[in-house]
């Protein structure tokens, strides 16, 4: 399963979007019951008005060692872009899981371009 996490641009074919971090929580926990591998995640940083950011979700990547087999970051947002890779680099369990970062490169939403991009 592919899971993208955003609360504004749609989720490219093939994948489940997750508007908040609740609802990309829950998902996460429901494949981990199911003993589904998560095989992708895409994560944005700002998720609403209302503050909310996806550390919870790097967090629970972490304390649970759910890191899926590819892991994106599309933010818009510069700082925190460097925030969140330094994050996944510090604490991710295979140096390989992270394939790509920029400005969504997935072409989904009107800020769509990429900005930097990494194969592993």
Not at 59 to 86: F, I, Q, S
Not at 99 to 113: A, E, I, K
């Amino acid at each position: 399963m592919k899971l993208f996490i955003d609360d504004e641009r749609p989720a490219p074919r093939g994948w489940i979007l997750a508007t908040d971090c609740h609802d990309a929580l829950e998902v996460m926990r429901i494949c981990a019951a199911a003993g589904v591998q998560l095989e992708a995640a895409s994560l944005d940083h700002d998720l609403g008005c209302s503050g909310e950011t996806i550390l919870p979700v790097l967090k629970a990547m972490r304390d649970y060692n759910w890191w899926p087999r590819k892991l994106y970051v599309h933010t818009a947002n510069e700082d925190a872009e460097e925030v969140m890779l330094a994050f996944i680099r510090a604490n991710m369990s295979d140096d390989g899981v992270l394939r790509g970062y920029g400005c969504n490169f997935w072409g989904t939403g009107s800020d769509s371009q990429v900005q930097n991009w990494v194969m592993a």
